[in-house]
């Protein structure tokens, strides 16, 4: 890995990388968009890229900033690729690098790593998409969802309510490809932990305002209630910290990731803690989970930015 100095503000240009062409364009743009204005009043010298496909190579060999602030999600910004291209041009970046972006987005290869941790997963197999929508994959309930997308992209609960399988997931190819993930469903709360550097933080309990936390209920004003810190017992609060830390280390991620758990206290029997996933890009937008638990933790949005930025290398 090679490792900067510490960062002068004014001395230093930080590219935010944002929007591209997943399907969380909208989001990125929202976490550029902040980003952006965080790093000025922190006082570096901003240029903000809309990341497009045909142009992304070109901008940045002309630009050559000191640092590229990696604000893209889901695939391409997320998956490794944007970390592949800022190391063949060379420049320091933030987030994690090509191999634990990669696999952080791969759900199954992902939950392989963190079996072997000792970390709780949900059941789950990998089924063409035509299967899905003809028979039921798992016992019901359970979820769909696909192999390598984010922030709730795609997601399908099948219940009882359902007449049968989601046929749905044919009309949304381009989201899933050829196959998709099918989950046992986990009743209970929604639990999240963020990681910077090699410090768990909070525990946020999230309570969506909707039927479950889907996209709208993450990014739409008013669509989740946050319960910081969460309020559950003290070693269970513990664990999910543990957990977390130990995910993105299983992963290889360094700077910023969040952990999502589910946790199943709806029976007379010991709490089940399912981790669900790791974020190797968390959202950073206004109603983001990472920055308020930066906030929880003392630490200012304007901190936050500049500590990611500060961490930025190569070879990661």
């Not at 999600?73 to 998956?79: I, V």
């Not at 758990?261 to 790791?278: A, H, K, M, Q, Y």
């Amino acid at each position: 890995m090679i490792v900067r100095e510490q960062v002068i503000p004014g001395d230093t240009t930080v590219a935010v990388l944002m929007g591209g062409w997943s399907a969380e364009r909208k989001v990125s743009l929202s976490s550029g968009e902040a980003c952006s204005e965080a790093l000025r009043r922190a006082g570096f010298t901003v240029v903000p890229i809309d990341v497009r496909r045909e142009t992304i190579h070109a901008v940045l060999a002309d630009l050559r900033p000191d640092v590229a602030f990696n604000a893209l999600h889901g695939k391409w910004g997320e998956d490794g690729c944007a970390a592949a291209l800022l190391e063949t041009l060379r420049i320091p970046y933030t987030h994690s690098g090509v191999l634990a972006s990669a696999i952080a987005m791969h759900k199954e290869k992902s939950k392989a790593l963190f079996r072997e941790a000792g970390i709780p997963v949900a059941e789950s197999r990998l089924v063409e998409l035509e299967v899905a929508a003809s028979e039921h994959p798992l016992p019901l309930p359970y979820v769909l969802k696909p192999v390598a997308e984010g922030s709730s992209v795609g997601v399908h609960i099948v219940d009882d309510s359902r007449n049968g399988p989601a046929r749905i997931i044919l009309e949304q190819r381009d989201i899933y490809g050829s196959h998709i993930m099918a989950e046992r469903f986990i009743a209970g709360r929604e639990l999240t932990c963020a990681v910077m550097g090699d410090v768990a933080l909070g525990v946020i309990d999230i309570v969506p305002q909707v039927g479950f936390y889907d996209y709208e209920a993450k990014y739409a004003p008013g669509g989740s209630r946050h319960i910081l810190p969460a309020e559950i017992p003290a070693e269970l609060y513990r664990k999910v910290q543990r957990y977390s830390l130990m995910a993105h280390q299983a992963l290889g991620c360094r700077g910023v990731s969040r952990s999502d758990f589910r946790l199943n206290d709806t029976s007379g029997d010991s709490p089940e803690l399912i981790l669900l996933e790791v974020n190797t890009q968390p959202g950073m937008t206004g109603t983001s989970l990472v920055p308020e638990l930066a906030a929880h933790a003392g630490h200012t949005f304007e901190e936050l930015v500049t500590w990611m930025v500060n961490d930025a290398s190569l070879e990661r």
